[in-house]
């Protein structure tokens, strides 16, 4: 069983920055895709980012490219999430994902089998 630790997540204003991090640990790391996912209130869970298991390849939702960037550090078995530009619409309680089989990148929900508890960012206007 997988297990992830989020941190990073707080109160930043409007323009300003955070760095999201994930700690994974119960299987080999460098195996698998990690994503981050956000989900604010009253809204369905979204995709925001994705890595492949080696971090050569990415993935964004349109709403974060240019602004959002994600990477892994595997000798750390850790994803993370550098955030700038933040908007209000940010908002959002943001999750760590691991793939559920190794060796492939998706960008939906049902391509991943574990999750963090979740970090809360707020971005205030």
């Known amino acids: 069983q997988v297990r992830l630790v989020e941190s990073g997540g707080g109160l930043v204003q409007a323009g300003g920055s955070l760095r999201l991090s994930c700690a994974a640990s119960g299987r080999t790391f460098s195996d698998y895709a990690m994503a981050w996912f956000r989900q604010a209130p009253g809204k369905e869970r979204e995709f925001e980012a994705a890595?492949?298991?080696?971090?050569?390849?990415?993935y964004y939702v349109d709403s974060v490219k240019g602004r959002f960037t994600i990477s892994r550090d595997n000798a750390k078995n850790t994803v993370y999430l550098q955030m700038n530009s933040l908007k209000p619409e940010d908002t959002a309680v943001h999750y760590c994902?691991?793939?559920?089989?190794?060796?492939?990148?998706?960008?939906?929900?049902?391509?991943?089998?574990?999750w963090g508890q979740g970090t809360q960012v707020t971005v205030s206007s």
């Open positions: 994902a691991a793939a559920r089989v190794p060796f492939r990148t998706g960008v939906v929900a049902a391509d991943y089998g574990s």
């Open positions: 890595i492949s298991w080696s971090g050569g390849d990415t």
